[in-house]
Protein backbone atom coordinates (compact mmCIF):
# COMPACT_ATOMS: atom_id res chain seq x y z
CA UNK A 1 0.00 0.00 0.00
CA UNK A 2 1.50 3.66 -1.06
CA UNK A 3 1.68 5.46 2.15
CA UNK A 4 -0.35 8.52 2.07
CA UNK A 5 2.36 10.75 2.67
CA UNK A 6 4.07 9.80 0.00
CA UNK A 7 1.11 10.41 -2.32
CA UNK A 8 1.25 14.24 -0.41
CA UNK A 9 5.11 14.89 -1.87
CA UNK A 10 4.83 13.25 -4.99
CA UNK A 11 1.29 14.81 -5.78
CA UNK A 12 2.87 18.36 -4.87
CA UNK A 13 5.41 17.94 -7.14
CA UNK A 14 4.43 21.39 -8.35
CA UNK A 15 5.92 24.60 -8.27
CA UNK A 16 2.28 25.87 -6.85
CA UNK A 17 0.59 26.46 -3.37
CA UNK A 18 -3.28 25.71 -3.24
CA UNK A 19 -4.86 29.69 -2.59
CA UNK A 20 -4.46 31.35 0.89
CA UNK A 21 -7.83 31.62 1.57
CA UNK A 22 -8.32 27.55 1.23
CA UNK A 23 -5.53 26.89 3.27
CA UNK A 24 -5.67 29.48 6.17
CA UNK A 25 -9.20 30.40 6.51
CA UNK A 26 -7.24 34.05 6.27
CA UNK A 27 -5.18 33.57 9.37
CA UNK A 28 -1.42 34.68 9.34
CA UNK A 29 1.24 31.97 8.49
CA UNK A 30 2.64 31.54 11.97
CA UNK A 31 5.90 32.88 12.63
CA UNK A 32 8.50 30.69 14.84
CA UNK A 33 10.92 31.76 17.46
CA UNK A 34 13.84 30.76 15.47
CA UNK A 35 14.71 32.93 11.77
CA UNK A 36 13.19 31.66 8.94
CA UNK A 37 17.83 31.31 7.85
CA UNK A 38 17.73 28.57 10.23
CA UNK A 39 15.64 26.13 8.49
CA UNK A 40 16.00 24.04 5.68
CA UNK A 41 14.26 26.10 2.34
CA UNK A 42 13.65 22.85 0.65
CA UNK A 43 14.01 19.09 0.87
CA UNK A 44 14.36 16.25 -1.61
CA UNK A 45 12.83 13.06 -0.89
CA UNK A 46 12.56 9.41 -2.38
CA UNK A 47 9.03 8.29 -3.60
CA UNK A 48 8.06 4.54 -4.50
CA UNK A 49 8.40 3.74 -8.01
CA UNK A 50 5.08 4.64 -9.89
CA UNK A 51 3.18 2.09 -11.00
CA UNK A 52 1.87 2.14 -14.89
CA UNK A 53 -1.05 0.71 -17.02
CA UNK A 54 -0.43 1.80 -21.16
CA UNK A 55 2.28 4.57 -20.68
CA UNK A 56 5.69 4.09 -21.80
CA UNK A 57 6.78 6.56 -18.39
CA UNK A 58 5.86 8.05 -15.33
CA UNK A 59 6.83 10.91 -13.12
CA UNK A 60 10.19 11.08 -11.15
CA UNK A 61 10.94 9.52 -8.15
CA UNK A 62 12.34 12.09 -6.39
CA UNK A 63 10.08 14.95 -5.45
CA UNK A 64 11.28 18.56 -3.74
CA UNK A 65 9.54 20.41 -1.07
CA UNK A 66 9.77 23.70 0.05
CA UNK A 67 9.60 24.87 3.69
CA UNK A 68 6.26 27.27 2.40
CA UNK A 69 4.52 24.23 0.61
CA UNK A 70 4.70 22.09 4.09
CA UNK A 71 3.43 24.12 6.28
CA UNK A 72 0.41 25.03 3.98
CA UNK A 73 -0.41 21.48 3.24
CA UNK A 74 0.08 20.80 6.91
CA UNK A 75 -1.96 23.85 7.69
CA UNK A 76 -4.74 22.30 5.36
CA UNK A 77 -5.06 18.67 6.55
CA UNK A 78 -4.97 19.64 9.63
CA UNK A 79 -7.72 21.94 9.60
CA UNK A 80 -9.75 19.39 7.75
CA UNK A 81 -8.62 16.92 10.58
CA UNK A 82 -10.14 18.63 13.10
CA UNK A 83 -13.08 20.12 11.36
CA UNK A 84 -14.30 16.18 10.69
CA UNK A 85 -14.04 15.71 14.34
CA UNK A 86 -15.87 18.86 15.57
CA UNK A 87 -18.46 17.93 12.90
CA UNK A 88 -18.53 13.94 14.91
CA UNK A 89 -18.91 16.02 17.70
CA UNK A 90 -21.57 18.09 16.54
CA UNK A 91 -23.57 14.96 15.34
CA UNK A 92 -23.26 12.88 18.63
CA UNK A 93 -25.00 15.97 20.17
CA UNK A 94 -27.74 16.44 17.96
CA UNK A 95 -26.87 19.35 16.58
CA UNK A 96 -25.87 17.63 12.66
CA UNK A 97 -28.23 15.66 11.83
CA UNK A 98 -29.29 13.54 9.10
CA UNK A 99 -26.39 11.46 6.61
CA UNK A 100 -22.81 12.58 7.58
CA UNK A 101 -19.81 10.53 5.79
CA UNK A 102 -15.99 12.22 7.63
CA UNK A 103 -12.97 12.41 5.76
CA UNK A 104 -10.57 12.22 8.79
CA UNK A 105 -7.33 9.66 7.36
CA UNK A 106 -7.74 10.96 3.87
CA UNK A 107 -6.71 14.18 3.44
CA UNK A 108 -3.06 14.30 1.50
CA UNK A 109 -5.74 12.94 -1.15
CA UNK A 110 -7.43 15.83 -1.73
CA UNK A 111 -4.43 18.19 -0.33
CA UNK A 112 -2.35 15.86 -2.91
CA UNK A 113 -5.18 16.61 -5.69
CA UNK A 114 -5.02 20.13 -5.04
CA UNK A 115 -1.63 21.06 -4.83
CA UNK A 116 -1.41 18.84 -8.36
CA UNK A 117 -4.06 20.82 -10.37
CA UNK A 118 -5.09 24.75 -10.55
CA UNK A 119 -7.75 26.35 -8.70
CA UNK A 120 -9.50 26.99 -11.69
CA UNK A 121 -9.52 23.48 -12.95
CA UNK A 122 -13.02 21.81 -12.09
CA UNK A 123 -13.83 18.73 -9.23
CA UNK A 124 -16.53 16.75 -8.38
CA UNK A 125 -16.80 14.13 -5.57
CA UNK A 126 -19.39 11.67 -3.95
CA UNK A 127 -21.05 12.60 -0.36
CA UNK A 128 -17.28 12.38 1.35
CA UNK A 129 -16.81 15.91 0.21
CA UNK A 130 -16.16 17.92 3.57
CA UNK A 131 -12.15 18.14 2.87
CA UNK A 132 -12.77 19.31 -0.82
CA UNK A 133 -15.16 21.82 0.04
CA UNK A 134 -12.76 23.27 1.93
CA UNK A 135 -9.88 23.00 -0.37
CA UNK A 136 -12.09 24.58 -3.13
CA UNK A 137 -11.96 27.79 -1.07
CA UNK A 138 -15.16 27.49 1.25
CA UNK A 139 -14.50 28.34 4.89
CA UNK A 140 -14.70 26.18 8.03
CA UNK A 141 -17.62 28.60 8.77
CA UNK A 142 -19.73 28.03 6.06
CA UNK A 143 -18.98 24.15 5.91
CA UNK A 144 -20.26 23.50 9.20
CA UNK A 145 -23.03 25.70 8.83
CA UNK A 146 -24.01 24.63 5.43
CA UNK A 147 -23.51 26.14 2.43
CA UNK A 148 -27.11 25.48 0.66
CA UNK A 149 -29.36 27.36 3.06
CA UNK A 150 -30.09 24.22 5.32
CA UNK A 151 -31.12 22.20 2.13
CA UNK A 152 -28.54 18.78 1.38
CA UNK A 153 -26.95 18.24 4.74
CA UNK A 154 -23.56 17.59 4.98
CA UNK A 155 -23.28 15.82 1.53
CA UNK A 156 -24.60 18.68 -1.00
CA UNK A 157 -21.60 21.35 -0.49
CA UNK A 158 -20.55 23.60 -3.66
CA UNK A 159 -18.15 26.12 -4.41
CA UNK A 160 -17.11 27.94 -7.74
CA UNK A 161 -15.40 24.91 -9.55
CA UNK A 162 -17.05 22.59 -7.39
CA UNK A 163 -20.03 20.70 -8.09
CA UNK A 164 -20.79 18.37 -4.82
CA UNK A 165 -20.70 16.83 -2.90
CA UNK A 166 -23.33 13.92 -4.83
CA UNK A 167 -25.76 11.31 -3.18
CA UNK A 168 -26.12 8.62 -5.41
CA UNK A 169 -23.62 6.14 -5.54
CA UNK A 170 -21.34 6.25 -9.00
CA UNK A 171 -23.33 9.48 -10.49
CA UNK A 172 -20.93 11.69 -9.88
CA UNK A 173 -18.86 10.03 -12.65
CA UNK A 174 -20.95 10.48 -16.00
CA UNK A 175 -21.51 14.33 -14.43
CA UNK A 176 -17.62 15.13 -14.12
CA UNK A 177 -17.19 13.85 -17.96
CA UNK A 178 -19.68 16.29 -18.80
CA UNK A 179 -17.80 19.14 -16.98
CA UNK A 180 -14.33 17.94 -19.19
CA UNK A 181 -16.59 17.86 -22.22
CA UNK A 182 -17.84 21.56 -21.23
CA UNK A 183 -14.02 22.47 -20.79
CA UNK A 184 -12.58 21.16 -24.47
CA UNK A 185 -15.71 22.70 -26.13
CA UNK A 186 -14.58 26.00 -24.50
CA UNK A 187 -11.15 25.46 -25.18
CA UNK A 188 -9.79 26.50 -21.86
CA UNK A 189 -6.94 24.27 -21.37
CA UNK A 190 -8.94 22.88 -18.59
CA UNK A 191 -9.30 19.44 -16.57
CA UNK A 192 -11.91 18.05 -14.45
CA UNK A 193 -11.56 15.36 -11.83
CA UNK A 194 -14.23 13.18 -11.01
CA UNK A 195 -13.63 10.78 -7.85
CA UNK A 196 -15.39 8.06 -6.89
CA UNK A 197 -14.33 6.00 -4.14
CA UNK A 198 -13.76 1.82 -4.19
CA UNK A 199 -17.03 1.23 -3.36
CA UNK A 200 -18.63 2.93 -6.18
CA UNK A 201 -15.64 0.88 -8.99
CA UNK A 202 -17.71 -1.46 -9.98
CA UNK A 203 -20.84 0.74 -11.48
CA UNK A 204 -21.40 0.30 -14.98
CA UNK A 205 -22.20 3.96 -15.31
CA UNK A 206 -18.38 4.60 -14.70
CA UNK A 207 -17.22 2.28 -17.30
CA UNK A 208 -19.76 3.97 -19.58
CA UNK A 209 -18.24 7.44 -18.89
CA UNK A 210 -14.44 5.67 -19.18
CA UNK A 211 -15.83 4.79 -22.90
CA UNK A 212 -17.39 8.08 -24.27
CA UNK A 213 -14.47 10.05 -22.36
CA UNK A 214 -11.75 7.86 -24.35
CA UNK A 215 -13.89 8.15 -27.77
CA UNK A 216 -13.95 12.10 -27.51
CA UNK A 217 -10.73 12.45 -25.55
CA UNK A 218 -11.79 14.41 -22.62
CA UNK A 219 -9.57 15.98 -20.29
CA UNK A 220 -10.65 14.18 -17.40
CA UNK A 221 -9.25 12.48 -14.35
CA UNK A 222 -10.92 9.87 -13.07
CA UNK A 223 -9.72 9.15 -9.40
CA UNK A 224 -10.66 6.38 -7.22
CA UNK A 225 -10.14 6.82 -3.60
CA UNK A 226 -9.54 3.22 -2.19
CA UNK A 227 -10.14 3.67 1.09
CA UNK A 228 -9.87 -0.53 1.49
CA UNK A 229 -13.65 -0.55 2.19
CA UNK A 230 -17.05 0.18 0.31
CA UNK A 231 -19.39 0.91 3.38
CA UNK A 232 -18.43 -2.33 5.07
CA UNK A 233 -17.61 -4.80 2.34
CA UNK A 234 -13.14 -4.67 1.79
CA UNK A 235 -11.96 -4.55 -1.76
CA UNK A 236 -10.97 -8.16 -1.84
CA UNK A 237 -14.66 -9.15 -1.74
CA UNK A 238 -16.16 -6.98 -3.59
CA UNK A 239 -14.24 -6.40 -6.63
CA UNK A 240 -12.01 -9.29 -8.71
CA UNK A 241 -9.59 -6.79 -9.41
CA UNK A 242 -8.58 -4.41 -6.83
CA UNK A 243 -5.95 -2.11 -9.16
CA UNK A 244 -8.25 0.30 -9.85
CA UNK A 245 -6.14 2.33 -11.90
CA UNK A 246 -6.09 -0.44 -14.13
CA UNK A 247 -9.76 -0.80 -14.58
CA UNK A 248 -9.78 1.92 -17.49
CA UNK A 249 -8.53 -0.81 -19.72
CA UNK A 250 -7.69 1.17 -23.01
CA UNK A 251 -7.23 4.33 -20.87
CA UNK A 252 -3.90 4.62 -19.55
CA UNK A 253 -3.84 4.71 -15.52
CA UNK A 254 -1.32 6.00 -12.75
CA UNK A 255 -0.76 7.19 -9.19
CA UNK A 256 0.44 10.77 -9.38
CA UNK A 257 -1.83 13.69 -10.18
CA UNK A 258 0.85 16.28 -11.33
CA UNK A 259 1.52 13.90 -14.14
CA UNK A 260 -2.19 12.89 -14.91
CA UNK A 261 -3.10 16.84 -14.98
CA UNK A 262 0.24 17.58 -17.72
CA UNK A 263 -1.16 14.38 -19.53
CA UNK A 264 -5.01 15.66 -19.88
CA UNK A 265 -3.93 19.14 -20.82
CA UNK A 266 -1.38 18.05 -24.00
CA UNK A 267 -5.06 16.57 -25.55
CA UNK A 268 -3.81 12.67 -24.75
CA UNK A 269 -7.59 12.26 -23.72
CA UNK A 270 -9.03 10.94 -20.21
CA UNK A 271 -6.43 9.17 -17.56
CA UNK A 272 -7.72 7.06 -14.19
CA UNK A 273 -5.86 7.61 -11.27
CA UNK A 274 -6.22 5.30 -7.74
CA UNK A 275 -5.55 6.74 -4.71
CA UNK A 276 -5.08 4.54 -1.29
CA UNK A 277 -5.93 5.76 1.42
CA UNK A 278 -7.69 4.91 5.29
CA UNK A 279 -10.74 6.24 6.57
CA UNK A 280 -10.92 6.42 10.61
CA UNK A 281 -14.62 6.48 11.04
CA UNK A 282 -16.96 4.23 9.47
CA UNK A 283 -18.47 4.52 6.53
CA UNK A 284 -21.30 7.51 7.93
CA UNK A 285 -21.82 7.81 11.64
CA UNK A 286 -24.41 5.39 11.77
CA UNK A 287 -21.58 3.06 11.28
CA UNK A 288 -19.31 2.35 14.30
CA UNK A 289 -16.60 0.96 11.60
CA UNK A 290 -15.32 -1.78 14.11
CA UNK A 291 -18.56 -4.82 12.61
CA UNK A 292 -15.59 -5.67 9.41
CA UNK A 293 -12.40 -4.33 11.08
CA UNK A 294 -10.90 -4.36 13.78
CA UNK A 295 -9.91 -1.37 16.68
CA UNK A 296 -6.22 -2.79 16.39
CA UNK A 297 -6.03 -2.11 12.70
CA UNK A 298 -7.72 1.23 12.76
CA UNK A 299 -4.85 1.99 15.12
CA UNK A 300 -1.96 0.44 13.60
CA UNK A 301 -2.71 2.31 10.61
CA UNK A 302 -3.00 5.49 12.98
CA UNK A 303 0.54 4.75 14.50
CA UNK A 304 2.06 3.73 11.22
CA UNK A 305 0.56 6.13 8.26
CA UNK A 306 -0.95 8.85 9.28
CA UNK A 307 -0.34 11.55 7.22
CA UNK A 308 -0.37 14.52 8.87
CA UNK A 309 1.84 13.04 11.28
CA UNK A 310 3.85 11.60 8.35
CA UNK A 311 3.89 15.01 6.91
CA UNK A 312 5.17 16.70 10.42
CA UNK A 313 8.08 14.27 10.92
CA UNK A 314 9.39 14.05 7.95
CA UNK A 315 9.40 18.42 8.25
CA UNK A 316 11.04 18.45 11.39
CA UNK A 317 13.50 15.84 10.95
CA UNK A 318 14.83 17.33 7.75
CA UNK A 319 14.62 20.89 9.61
CA UNK A 320 12.02 22.55 7.86
CA UNK A 321 10.15 23.39 10.61
CA UNK A 322 9.86 23.24 14.28
CA UNK A 323 7.96 21.90 16.97
CA UNK A 324 7.06 25.21 18.57
CA UNK A 325 5.99 26.42 14.67
CA UNK A 326 3.84 23.03 14.50
CA UNK A 327 2.36 23.24 18.08
CA UNK A 328 1.21 27.07 17.38
CA UNK A 329 -0.10 26.38 14.04
CA UNK A 330 -1.89 23.46 15.97
CA UNK A 331 -3.39 26.18 18.93
CA UNK A 332 -4.27 28.17 15.86
CA UNK A 333 -6.45 25.88 14.35
CA UNK A 334 -8.42 24.66 17.03
CA UNK A 335 -9.34 28.41 17.86
CA UNK A 336 -10.60 28.61 13.72
CA UNK A 337 -12.32 25.33 14.57
CA UNK A 338 -14.37 26.46 17.58
CA UNK A 339 -15.20 29.84 16.63
CA UNK A 340 -16.69 28.09 13.38
CA UNK A 341 -18.75 25.71 15.58
CA UNK A 342 -20.35 28.52 17.73
CA UNK A 343 -20.98 30.37 14.37
CA UNK A 344 -22.88 27.48 13.10
CA UNK A 345 -24.60 26.84 16.21
CA UNK A 346 -25.62 29.83 16.98
CA UNK A 347 -27.00 30.85 13.18
CA UNK A 348 -30.41 31.12 13.08
CA UNK A 349 -32.07 28.72 11.03
CA UNK A 350 -33.05 29.62 7.69
CA UNK A 351 -36.89 30.75 7.24
CA UNK A 352 -39.73 27.78 5.95
CA UNK A 353 -39.73 30.30 3.08
CA UNK A 354 -36.31 29.04 1.93
CA UNK A 355 -37.27 25.54 1.64
CA UNK A 356 -38.32 25.22 -2.55
CA UNK A 357 -36.13 28.02 -3.87
CA UNK A 358 -33.41 27.50 -6.24
CA UNK A 359 -35.53 24.36 -8.03
CA UNK A 360 -34.52 26.24 -11.65
CA UNK A 361 -31.96 28.47 -12.45
CA UNK A 362 -33.79 30.62 -14.14
CA UNK A 363 -37.38 30.57 -14.22
CA UNK A 364 -40.20 32.95 -12.85
CA UNK A 365 -41.65 32.31 -9.42
CA UNK A 366 -43.71 28.93 -9.48
CA UNK A 367 -46.17 26.98 -6.78
CA UNK A 368 -44.60 24.18 -5.49
CA UNK A 369 -47.11 21.31 -3.84
CA UNK A 370 -46.16 20.92 0.06
CA UNK A 371 -46.74 17.68 1.54
CA UNK A 372 -50.72 18.02 0.90
CA UNK A 373 -52.49 19.38 -2.25
CA UNK A 374 -53.69 22.06 0.25
CA UNK A 375 -50.03 23.01 1.43
CA UNK A 376 -48.45 25.87 -1.19
CA UNK A 377 -45.12 26.90 -1.42
CA UNK A 378 -43.11 29.44 -3.82
CA UNK A 379 -39.88 28.83 -5.30
CA UNK A 380 -37.90 31.34 -6.34
CA UNK A 381 -34.60 31.07 -9.02
Known amino acids: MLTLISNVFRLGNASKNVGAQTVSEGARMVASTRSFADF ?21 ETAVLTREQGLQYYRTMQTMRRMELKADQLYKQKIIRGFCHLYDG ?7 IEAGINPTDHLITAYRAHGYTFTRGVSVREILRGVAKGKGGSMHMYAKHFYGGNGIVGAQVPLGAGVALACQYQGNNQVCVALYGDGAANQGQIFESFNMAALWKLPCIFICENNKFGMGTSVERSS ?12 PGIKAIKFAADYCRAGKGPIVMELETYRYHGHSMSDPGVSYRSREEIQEVRSKSDPITMLKERMLSNNMASVEEIKEIDVEIRKVIEDAAQFAISDPEPPLDELCNHIFANNPPMEVRGTNPWVKLKSVS
Not at 45 to 59: A, T
Not at 240 to 251: L, P
Open 40 to 60: TPQASFDVKKCELHRLEEGPS
Open 240 to 251: ASTDYFKRGDYI
Open 106 to 112: QEACAMG
